[in-house]
């Protein structure tokens, strides 16, 4: 696992979610090999996203249209294969916060059993220039309050 | 063959498509009982239908905002399992015109052999009141255009 | 309403089914017009169909390798739009029973809404002939239980 | 782009690729942002990665049964949206080769702009015992055969 290039400590890790959105998998979403493809996961992070950052108050319908949050880059570690009719639970966490943009990481559960992690930048933009959005006090409070309550989240920001 | 409601005569059907799509069948589109999952049968026929309508003229870049071509139903019949790396063609043709609507038929064809038929019927609308507009003269000409030349396509219209 | 070939009494139809499943709409399912996308439907009822032969006893993880359920055709009528966020339920029943097939229906509702209906046919086959077999007097039974205690019913068998 | 952890020299990574497959952008596969969901992205990874091995000789329908390659991880860099539409080009080249295991990159290209870079580790398996298996030199030969003509692989080695 000390392959992870973005877990430094993989116990300590775990430890740090506490919002999920179960998860149930859905048959189109095997491929011939007999489990999931591995283009699903992907799939499901996106949903576990927007109900975090919904969850939050990140992101909501008041929104006004000339600011948004998009995906920068996205990356998956697969540690074991789901299996259709798997019952899965998809956790989210912020890890870190900068100017612009923000780190979620991804712990995906099967039973006691993480099967995939997974870690990705958003970027708060404004949607008609195009162009990153400083995140306002009450946006990073709002991501903040969802780690500060672990001792070594410091380190991240 | 004869169970399938929307065809007649199936040696005369077959031939009477002329426009085709090639389909590239996608690795995440097969499913754990090894071919291709039931579902992805209308991923192709939604390419080839948009393909379709754009050679036809039928709908456009150009087209107001306020029109638009929606679908109404849609029907497919399995004759034989796809897998992945077929090369296959889907053939649209237009089989009746109404006052606001019109029937599409699809035959998926690898090799010599028909894998699938489908149907569906398209509706012209409003797409701003959301009720059904009259499709124009000229629209009209375009979507027979692809018909009219095969002698049996009177009766549908 | 009156067109769908499949339904005689909409408002007879309607209150036959009983089982269902919870359905979450994902992100990925939309499409550029805003909405689900018109494949994702079919997505639904495959799980709302594995769900449910599984809860009749029709289908089993101690089926025999030479046994199995597949599907012959699929028809579905859009009658409203669904957009992400919507909770929706897919409703199933077996409509009719056949020597070695059968027909069940859907019925897709968004709070006291029909927003699609669909039928489609699956035929019960020996996987290594490819040829259908003949259902078993239990089989029959386990499905037509699920309607039997509907009057109109009879009409189909 | 100097945040792309997998590329040290942006216009020397570019150079790097030969294969591609040609994709075309199904309508399923953008969503109601307007433009191409980025789940699918790894769609056509997983495309351009089967037909790049395929061409190397690397995979083959031949394999035995107690081998095949599966994905370990995989990472994307969303650089500029991708709209339906659009043809677009995969790149694949192998990155780095180790005893059991190899990375791959990919570019993608709309005209003459890079849209999307990524990279992910496909490890060697014995199916059966579900452990990484040793690289034959013939593997290996044939994943070096694609990038040793480019002078700063070697760093890589």
Not at 56 to 72: A, H, N, P
Request: hydrophobic content about 40%; glycine content about 4%.
């Amino acid at each position: 696992m000390s392959r992870i290039s973005y877990i430094e400590d993989f116990s300590a890790w775990e430890k740090e979610f506490s919002f999920y959105v179960p998860i149930s998998v859905r048959f189109s979403e095997t491929d011939m090999y007999g489990h999931v493809n591995n283009v699903s996961p992907f799939i499901y992070f996106e949903e576990a996203r927007i109900a975090y950052l919904n969850s939050l108050g990140v992101i909501s319908k008041d929104m006004r249209q000339t600011e948004g949050v998009i995906v920068s880059d996205l990356q998956c570690n697969y540690l074991k294969e789901i299996y259709f009719g798997d019952d899965i639970r998809v956790y989210v966490k912020t890890a870190s916060v900068g100017t612009t943009s923000f780190d979620i990481h991804y712990k995906v559960v099967r039973e006691e059993e993480v099967v995939l992690t997974a870690r990705g930048r958003l970027v708060y933009i404004d949607t008609e220039k195009k162009v990153p959005r400083k995140l306002s006090d009450e946006m990073k409070q709002k991501l903040l309050s969802d780690i500060l309550h672990f001792d070594n989240v410091a380190a991240n920001l």
